[in-house]
């Protein structure tokens, strides 16, 4: 009897959505953090990556700049292995549903929700002039998120707190409006879910750092990445373990290392135990990123733009037919739909 109920029970299909913004040059944080996740999940799961330029434009952008970081951020998922046979890749504006969902959810939204995003407050801080979509982000990814019935988003830590708003505002509508949305988890790494800034390992490595010192860039040369290890900012104690409150600059380095060479953090300790300076752990992780980001820049100086173009066109067809559903069916829910 178990055995039949079993056989018989549908599973249920595993959809995975995520997006970066083209607010600069994709940094190995990002790659580390979110796309590698995207790598292990394409081909499991109905995959769906987004070049999110709507969220982007919440700080300000110089448009030339704008146009160019979104088509080289598609560049970059398909140069770091995303296929679009197995994955939708397209551009959020290019998707209207997007931006209307996101209005009807904004109606459900509480602003003391939205005040509470740690992101919000980081990125407003400071700033004379508070801009309302900086404040209202969460909810146009909640839209994301929502529109396309996913299971899972893969992203790096920094987005955990939005990703549970999306699954309050998914239980929030369902219950006044009736089962409408499924409700995401999120699926973020254990280790190098935040990458640390270069320059200060106590905040997360950023697009947008002031310090160019702060991130390794996907772009970056090899004299750019060895300049900007050596500058890593360690510690004065002389040797190499993991602890990420006493040694974060180190911790870091060692996360990075661990990731790109598939070595585990405890064989790295094993490996630097004798060493007194950090000259061989920054070596180390120069080297290995230098031999990884030329492997990745040699891929995507193959890809031309048309390509690009081509596949984001195709992703944003396929997009819009799953999306536009979602939005009916919202609209009807809500009375919106005569
Ligand atoms: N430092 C990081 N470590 C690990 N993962 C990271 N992500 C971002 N920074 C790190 C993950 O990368 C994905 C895309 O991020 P995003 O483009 O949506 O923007 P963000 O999270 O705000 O990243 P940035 O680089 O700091 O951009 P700016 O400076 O423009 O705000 C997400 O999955 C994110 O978690």
């Known amino acids: 009897m178990i055995m039949k109920s079993s056989m018989t029970k549908t599973e249920p299909k595993k959809i995975a959505f995520s997006g970066i913004q083209p607010s600069g040059i994709i940094h190995i944080g990002n790659y580390l953090g979110s796309i590698q996740l995207w790598l292990e999940v394409q081909g499991h799961y109905d995959a769906i990556f987004s070049v999110v330029n709507l969220h982007a434009i919440t700080v300000p952008q110089n448009p030339k700049d704008l146009k160019a970081n979104t088509l080289n951020a598609a560049k970059t998922f398909l140069a770091s292995g995303i296929d679009p046979e197995k994955a939708t890749i397209f551009v959020q504006s290019d998707v209207p549903e997007h931006a209307q969902l996101y209005w009807t959810l904004g109606?459900?939204?509480?602003?003391?929700?939205?005040?509470?995003?740690?992101?919000?407050?980081?990125?407003?801080?400071?700033?004379?002039?508070?801009?309302?979509?900086?404040?209202?982000?969460?909810?146009?990814?909640?839209?994301?998120?929502?529109?396309?019935?996913?299971?899972?988003?893969?992203?790096?830590?920094?987005?955990?707190?939005?990703?549970?708003?999306?699954?309050?505002?998914?239980?929030?509508?369902?219950?006044?409006?009736?089962?409408?949305?499924?409700?995401?988890?999120?699926?973020?790494?254990?280790?190098?879910?935040?990458?640390?800034?270069?320059?200060?390992?106590?905040?997360?490595?950023?697009?947008?750092?002031?310090?160019?010192?702060?991130?390794?860039?996907?772009?970056?040369?090899?004299?750019?990445?060895?300049?900007?290890?050596?500058?890593?900012?360690?510690?004065?104690?002389?040797?190499?373990?993991?602890?990420?409150?006493?040694?974060?600059?180190v911790s870091n380095l060692l996360t990075i290392l661990s990731l790109i060479t598939g070595s585990s953090i405890k064989d790295l300790e094993k490996t630097y135990r004798e060493q007194t300076t950090y000259a061989g752990l920054k070596n180390d992780t120069t080297t290995a990123l230098v031999d990884f980001i030329s492997a990745f820049q040699k891929r995507y100086r193959n890809i031309s733009d048309a390509e690009v173009k081509h596949h984001l066109d195709l992703g944003a067809q396929k997009a819009r037919a799953m999306a536009s559903q979602k939005l009916e069916e919202v609209y009807e829910r809500m009375g919106l739909s005569l």
């Open 107 to 249: 109606t459900i939204t509480k602003l003391s929700e939205l005040y509470l995003m740690t992101q919000f407050k980081d990125k407003s801080q400071g700033t004379e002039t508070v801009l309302s979509g900086l404040l209202t982000y969460p909810v146009l990814m909640a839209a994301d998120i929502l529109l396309y019935n996913t299971t899972t988003v893969p992203v790096g830590d920094d987005q955990r707190q939005h990703v549970e708003l999306a699954r309050e505002i998914a239980r929030r509508f369902n219950d006044m409006f009736g089962k409408t949305f499924v409700v995401p988890q999120a699926l973020i790494h254990k280790t190098g879910s935040r990458i640390m800034g270069l320059d200060n390992p106590g905040k997360k490595m950023s697009k947008s750092a002031a310090n160019k010192n702060n991130y390794i860039a996907l772009t970056d040369t090899a004299a750019d990445v060895a300049s900007k290890i050596k500058k890593a900012v360690t510690d004065s104690e002389g040797s190499i373990y993991y602890d990420i409150d006493k040694k974060p600059g």
